[in-house]
């Protein structure tokens, strides 16, 4: 552990605490051959500012924290990559906490970042999180939060999502394009705005035109049950409306030795990975974790320099064809 301090530094070379502190910060008082002096020592000792002791006198850190069900998740893990490389370049870290989509884990998660003093969190609400005070709290002391993919319904807060409209309009389109006439549509937690935005569009998309067979779904393997239970139902399309349900499907269909397109077609709107993990690979609306995660640090910087406009933004969807459909 490195033991060295601002003192050690000022006893070395018989300068004043302060004046060691201000050539630290290039101030401008400070001649530059002792600013030299000083740099040079303090490499040469690996000196490192006490973080917790300036955040404590200044009321600040540069530490964001980051709230997701998984991190396991792609569609998470590429967001978390793209906070990250942002974090990295303007001088920030993260901390990185997982809720396993349970409300009162959620709850700790928020404990622990307001703890740690972080100046801003990045926060995917789970499919339980009815009660957002513990959120409201951050913004009473004036840390911002910024809501992602999914988020609360409420407007009065930072939100920052994929257009979950438009990619189920646009997959419901390429069924129709298609000719198909029964599909099987599965959703995620039916609470989830996330959910009722896709479902909405994709009704509206495709009333009159194909028959539908609509399941909730709040994971993988709930996903492969209800599959293999309506598969008997004889759909010609399976939509899914995630990359975590699109891999339960798949385990159905694969069980059931069905051939894709041949007996059925598949689509689904996916971060892009796992689609092209399968054989020929799944068509699929793509909504990008990464291009969010740049959007949600753009969003929370403006945060962080003051600015109190609450406002939703999203990214743009388009569909990547594969040989499933």
Do not use: W
Request: a neutral charge; aromatic letters at 8%.
């Amino acid at each position: 552990m490195n033991n060295t301090t601002l003192k050690k530094i000022s006893e070395m070379l018989g300068l004043s605490i302060s004046t060691v502190s201000r050539a630290l910060k290039d101030h401008p008082d400070i001649s530059d051959k002792t600013k030299q002096r000083v740099t040079e020592l303090a490499q040469a000792l690996d000196y490192e500012p006490n973080a917790n002791a300036i955040n404590l006198r200044t009321s600040k850190n540069n530490l964001f924290g980051l709230i997701v069900p998984s991190i396991s998740n792609f569609f998470y893990d590429s967001f978390i990559t793209a906070i990250e490389e942002e974090c990295r370049k303007n001088n920030y870290s993260m901390m990185i906490l997982q809720s396993g989509d349970d409300a009162a884990v959620e709850q700790e998660n928020i404990k622990l970042c307001r703890q740690n003093r972080v100046c801003g969190l990045f926060a995917c609400i789970t499919s339980q999180t009815v009660n957002l005070d513990a959120f409201n709290k951050l913004g009473n002391i004036e840390v911002p939060v910024v809501f992602f993919d999914k988020v609360p319904d409420d407007s009065s807060y930072n939100r920052v999502c994929v257009a979950d409209a438009l990619s189920a309009t646009i997959a419901a389109n390429a069924i129709i394009e298609k000719k198909k006439k029964k599909v099987l549509a599965l959703f995620g937690n039916k609470n989830l705005s996330i959910t009722k935005k896709r479902l909405l569009a994709f009704d509206i998309a495709t009333d009159n035109k194909i028959k539908s067979l609509v399941a909730y779904v709040n994971n993988a393997e709930e996903a492969e049950q209800v599959t293999s239970k309506l598969l008997k139902e004889k759909p010609d399309t399976v939509f899914c409306m995630s990359d975590e349900i699109l891999t339960g499907a798949m385990k159905a269909i694969q069980k059931e030795g069905l051939k894709i397109p041949a007996d059925i077609a598949v689509i689904a709107i996916s971060n892009g990975f796992i689609p092209k993990l399968y054989f020929p690979e799944i068509t699929y609306v793509e909504t990008s974790g990464y291009k969010l995660g740049k959007l949600a640090f753009s969003s929370m910087i403006a945060c962080v320099a003051g600015s109190n406009f609450m406002q939703e933004l999203t990214i743009e969807s388009s569909l990547v064809a594969g040989g499933s459909i």
